[in-house]
């Protein structure tokens, strides 16, 4: 093979690249997930890395909780991205809400790539204590 033909080779296969990269599909990634309960309700913590507050979406719809967000990785500048096998990462996940938490008083906290969402029981769910009364 002579030089010019490996140039020729290497100019079609960037071009194929640069192609490829426009028609990448977005991928989801499903986040890493911890979950706690107590009494007072459930804690969940989602890794979502290079996610910001404007990229991120939480809903509750009909007893299901939706995390959605997008990464943002920057490029740092004077380099230019070789290979990334995933382009514009896409997190997603979907979870099921007992009847007894109150979706309506969900809070939702991000800081440093790390969701933390606290969702209390609803009052009449919460564990008391019921006085017994001598007669």
Request: net charge negative; aromatic share 2%.
């Amino acid at each position: 093979m002579t030089d010019t033909t490996q140039v020729v080779e290497r100019s079609q296969s960037a071009m194929a690249q640069r192609q490829q990269d426009k028609a990448a599909p977005t991928v989801t990634l499903l986040p890493a997930v911890d979950i706690v309960e107590d009494s007072s309700g459930v804690t969940l913590w989602a890794d979502l890395p290079g996610v910001t507050r404007d990229k991120l979406q939480v809903s509750v719809h009909d007893g299901n909780l939706h995390i959605e967000a997008e990464a943002v990785v920057p490029t740092p500048s004077g380099l230019r991205v070789q290979h990334a096998e995933i382009h514009r990462p896409h997190f997603a996940r979907a979870f099921s809400l007992s009847p007894d938490l109150d979706s309506t008083q969900i809070g939702a906290q991000l800081q440093d790539g790390v969701l933390k969402l606290t969702i209390p029981r609803r009052e009449e769910a919460r564990p008391r204590r019921i006085a017994i009364n001598v007669a």
